[in-house]
């Protein structure tokens, strides 16, 4: 009786281990399940963000800019981020840009976030003795930055690129009043122009120098681009002085869009600023 009880003891013992190691390969297999389809899961919100693009509204606005894609995470992280609330903190009476702009305009085109006139090589804003090429100039209604707290209706940016990637930018400001003929010139492509489509513009050399202010004062500081990936060491340069637009001109480039396509002004964080 004694030997059947431990034999049985010893079966019932083993079924259970069995069982258990069953039920253990079960559990692995389906923690293995698990771990496969959240790796699937995450991919596919990975690829989702990858596909997903950065705007101006909802969900992809400036402030989640950084979340969009994780090559954006200057946008919250920068400490020298553009634009800014531009106030003089140091007077070094800066010299005149030496901007020798000598071409005129290849094509334009309506991004989707701006409208981009490309220009032809062979513009240069000289720096420090180094070639920084005009590439393109672009508007953003309202303005990006403001001076001494004021925000303008229009601001272009003319953006500079030495080959080896540095980059500077000019910003011009457009306060509304009359028409600006260079930019009558250019609006005229935007009604039948496409998302993503380019176009000739047939702007001349001496209407590209044309939407540079007469009286050249600026200041210069040290920022980022405004949108995405907001990579910093930009040299920026923003002129004192302002053309006009008319309101029309405003209006037709905000209907393009219907939503401003401008990033809020970032924290100076103490940044110097001269003029
Ligand atoms: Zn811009």
């Given at each position: ?8 003891t010893?079966?019932v013992t ?9 039920a253990?390969?079960?559990?692995e297999?389906?923690?293995?399940k ?6 699937v ?26 979340e ?7 946008c919250?992280?920068g400490k020298q ?14 010299k005149p840009l030496d901007?020798q702009?000598?071409?005129?305009s ?10 981009q006139?490309?220009?032809k ?6 720096i ?5 090429k005009?590439k393109?100039?672009h508007?953003?209604?309202?303005s990006?930055?403001n001076?001494?707290g ?13 080959d080896?990637?540095?980059?500077a930018?000019?910003a ?5 009043g009359?028409?600006?003929p260079?930019?009558?010139k ?7 122009l496409k ?6 513009c047939?702007?001349?050399t001496?209407?590209v120098?044309a939407?540079m202010p ?6 210069k500081?040290?920022?980022?681009l405004?949108?995405?990936?907001c990579?910093?060491g930009?040299?920026w ?9 008319s ?9 393009l ?8 002004v970032?924290d100076?964080?103490n ?5």
């Amino acid at each position: 009786m004694k030997q059947i009880l431990k034999y049985s003891t010893i079966a019932v013992t083993l079924l259970m281990l069995t069982t258990t190691s069953q039920a253990n390969e079960t559990k692995e297999v389906d923690v293995t399940k698990k771990e496969t389809a959240t790796k699937v899961e995450k991919k596919e919100a990975h690829e989702a963000h990858a596909h997903k693009h950065w705007g101006y509204m909802g969900d992809v606005s400036p402030k989640h800019w950084s979340e969009v894609k994780k090559e954006f995470n200057m946008c919250s992280e920068g400490k020298q981020q553009s634009p800014i609330n531009v106030v003089a903190s140091k007077d070094i009476e800066l010299k005149p840009l030496d901007l020798q702009y000598k071409t005129g305009s290849e094509t334009i085109i309506n991004n989707g976030h701006t409208v981009q006139v490309n220009v032809k090589d062979g513009s240069v804003l000289k720096i420090d003795g180094a070639d920084y090429k005009l590439k393109q100039f672009h508007f953003h209604v309202p303005s990006e930055n403001n001076i001494n707290g004021e925000a303008y209706p229009l601001e272009a940016h003319f953006v500079h690129a030495t080959d080896d990637g540095k980059l500077a930018v000019v910003a011009v400001m457009f306060e509304e009043g009359e028409e600006n003929p260079v930019l009558a010139k250019a609006w005229k492509k935007l009604p039948s122009l496409k998302v993503g489509e380019a176009t000739k513009c047939g702007l001349t050399t001496e209407e590209v120098q044309a939407l540079m202010p007469k009286n050249k004062d600026y200041y210069k500081f040290n920022g980022s681009l405004t949108t995405p990936p907001c990579s910093e060491g930009v040299k920026w340069h923003v002129y004192k002085n302002a053309l006009t637009a008319s309101k029309e001109q405003i209006n037709t480039f905000f209907n393009l869009f219907s939503f401003p396509n401008n990033r809020p002004v970032q924290d100076t964080n103490n940044r110097e600023i001269d003029e």
